[in-house]
């Protein structure tokens, strides 16, 4: 059952049961963006073959998205330039979607429109697999029309991730 935030974001947007789809979009064979699901949508994930889905919303979630074959995990994270995304909260996903896409598994990352939290995370992510910030914003901006990774407050955090995560895994620029 879908939160009584998302009912009333629908409302305002005039989006219906039946016009409520999965946007989701394709970044590598095992990262994927999309906007908010809910659980009509856990078939059309599971045919993707996602094992991990990372959320990025306050928002509760509907209970279906965390049932085998299903895992997920909640990063809450605010999409505004005052309240910059923390470092520490990417790291989370980043460290829970690697071994996911090592062992040639997929993770579906998530906020609610699919244009910049989910966006910050998947190029966090790219970033943990060895691309450079730039390469990852670029991939993920390519692959989802609706992704803005250059928003200023969103580039200046997927830029400054790429130091941090290096930093943290003990290598050097």
Same mark, same amino acid.
């Given at each position: 059952m879908a939160s009584i935030v998302r009912k009333l974001r629908n409302r305002r947007q005039g989006i219906t049961e039946e016009t409520d789809i999965l946007d989701i979009s394709k970044i590598t064979d095992g990262l994927f963006v999309s906007n908010w699901p809910i659980a009509k949508h856990e078939p059309e994930i599971v045919g993707y073959g996602i094992e991990l889905i990372i959320c990025t919303i306050w928002e509760s979630q509907?209970? /279906?998205l965390n049932q085998p074959p299903l895992k997920m995990i909640h990063i809450r994270m605010t999409d505004a330039p005052f309240?910059?995304?923390?470092m520490s909260q990417l790291r989370r996903g980043v460290e829970a979607a690697l071994p996911v896409l090592e062992a040639d598994g997929r993770v579906l990352v998530f906020c609610k429109s699919g244009i910049h939290r989910s966006v910050a995370m998947a190029s966090c992510i790219l970033i943990g697999q060895g691309y450079s910030a730039e /390469?990852?914003?670029?991939?993920v901006a390519d692959a989802r029309e609706i992704a803005d990774p250059y928003k200023p407050h969103i580039r200046k955090r997927i830029e400054k991730f790429e130091p941090y995560w290096n930093e943290q895994q003990g290598h050097s620029n």
């Open positions: 509907d209970k /279906e309240m910059p995304l923390p /390469e990852a914003m670029r991939m």
